[in-house]
């Protein structure tokens, strides 16, 4: 199969080999695949913060201080459940040199579960919430952040996927496209009179179609697993890049939540 031109050096386009084992993309030189992989992942980490700093500075003037603030809890809703799924499922899939299609089902569907946990406790605690902070339309930010927490999965899924097959310039992109989907349709429903609804309505949207590329871009299993096999190691793994990404987000959201 031909080469991508941003990734010259993948192997297998395939998400699995023969025996169903989710292969490491192949490199001429070690160095060059390192070099050239972190340089893409940097530029488009760069890219993302410019695409939000600019998209915040212009929804905070467009919307009222008590709404931007309520963006900016849900906001940091979002940054937990991702912080929380990228050390679930992103260690295993990067990490592990076994990983096979039903295995990556079984990390895929227990961040679904766990996802589903977590938007349930959010969808009943987020009226208290907004009655405690008397913030009008927390209640409503928040639920709305359920489908993106969902949709998280996928996109962390993926993302593992493409970079363990050396695809960098295909996962930087993507990730590019959902920070400027969003800010572009938030932007723009705002401008149109929808307030925090439309910010709400964008930040879903973008997450659900970016979501949607990546489950047909990294090939990702969508049905159920067979059985529950294996994956110890994987849950432990990702138990420990899970912990140790939670402190640092609390660490770094605390004035943020303040």
């Keep these: 199969m031909a080469s991508e031109p941003d990734d010259e050096f993948s192997g297998d386009r395939g998400t699995a080999g023969p025996s169903g084992r989710i292969e490491r993309g192949t490199h001429h030189r070690l160095s060059r695949t390192i070099m050239r992989g972190s340089g893409l992942l940097i530029a488009g980490r760069i890219v993302r913060t410019l695409i939000t700093i600019v998209g915040m500075v212009i929804l905070a003037r467009l919307l009222t201080p008590a709404d931007f603030g309520v963006l900016a809890i849900a906001s940091s809703v979002t940054v937990l459940s991702l912080v929380i799924l990228e050390g679930v499922i992103d260690y295993p899939t990067i990490r592990d040199d076994d990983l096979t299609i039903e295995r990556l089902r079984n990390l895929v569907w227990a961040g679904i579960g766990l996802t589903s946990l977590f938007g349930a406790a959010l969808w009943f605690t987020a009226p208290l919430a907004e009655r405690q902070l008397d913030f009008p339309h927390l209640a409503l930010a ?117």
């Design 142 to 258: 928040l639920r709305a952040m359920i489908p993106v927490c969902i949709a998280q999965v996928f996109f962390v899924a993926g993302t593992g996927v493409l970079r363990r097959q050396h695809r960098f310039g295909r996962a930087s992109l993507l990730s590019i496209c959902t920070v400027a989907l969003y800010m572009a349709g938030a932007v723009g429903l705002t401008l149109s009179g929808f307030g925090i609804e439309g910010v709400l309505i964008g930040l879903v949207g973008a997450n659900v179609v970016t979501a949607l590329l990546l489950i047909a871009i990294a090939r990702l299993p969508l049905l159920p697993p067979r059985r529950i096999s294996g994956t110890a190691e994987h849950y432990r793994l990702g138990g420990y890049g899970a912990l140790s990404r939670l402190i640092n987000w609390a660490w770094t959201t605390v004035d943020t939540v303040a």
